[in-house]
T-cell receptor, first 113, second 114 residues
């Protein structure tokens, strides 16, 4: 979901462990959800997306789960690597609200070697 | 493909000065987006073009901000006059068609207004 604040939530994991990053979205009419990864000094990079008619989608080392009942989205990263350290944003689109991409606050993932 | 190109990467200016940020979208993409990122407000959409036409500029903060897309390969975001509260990272993104398709972001321009 979208919130305003000075400090991002932080998740610290050990290299090789699995990571789960959570996101609560705000609009029950949202149709499309995307996870972006943003490394320091770079723009957001697309990771994986999911439509509202699905509850799970898998990519390479990543899985996105969607629970529409509680408006919750999660990103699971398997065998987390130091290169996965970044800020992760969930984003939602509601086509009945102009189809704008609304970004969540972001979660900072820190991978310890 | 070179991806979305933005210039300059960093801009430091004084309050009251005009600032112009530039963007070259990915070739063939029909939609272009300007975003602003701050710690307080996160990523916010400022304006969205489709086929060089502004479709939604409701995110533009005020009249000091203007954006143009004279052709399919170039867009500018101008701030005149600039204010310290405009300090942020400004991203340009492009997609094949609107919000439905994946948006590819540029590296951003870090703007500091003193």
């Amino acid at each position: 979901g979208e919130s305003v604040g000075l400090h991002l939530p932080t998740l610290s994991v050990q290299e090789g462990d699995n990571s789960i990053i959570n996101c609560a979205y705000s609009n029950s009419a949202s149709d499309y959800f995307i996870w972006y990864k943003q490394e320091s000094g770079k723009g957001p990079q697309f990771i994986i997306d999911i439509r509202s008619n699905m509850d799970k989608r898998q990519g390479q080392r990543v899985t996105v789960l969607l629970n529409k009942t509680v408006k919750h989205l999660s990103l699971q990263i398997a065998a987390t690597q130091p290169g996965d350290s970044a800020v992760y944003f969930c984003a939602e689109i509601a086509y009945n609200q102009g189809g704008k991409l609304i970004f969540g606050q972001g979660t900072e993932l820190s991978v310890k070697p | 493909d070179a991806g979305v190109i933005q210039s300059p990467r960093h801009e430091v200016t004084e309050m009251g000065q005009e600032v112009t940020l530039r963007c070259k979208p990915i070739s063939g993409h029909n939609s272009l987006f300007w975003y602003r990122q701050t710690m307080m407000r996160g990523l916010e959409l400022l304006i969205y073009f489709n086929n060089n036409v502004p479709i939604d500029d409701s995110g533009m903060p005020e009249d000091r901000f203007s954006a143009k897309m004279p052709n399919a390969s170039f867009s500018t975001l101008k701030i005149q006059p600039s204010e310290p509260r405009d300090s942020a990272v400004y991203f340009c993104a492009s997609s094949w068609t609107g919000f439905v398709d994946t948006q590819y972001f540029g590296p951003g321009t870090r703007l500091t207004v003193l």
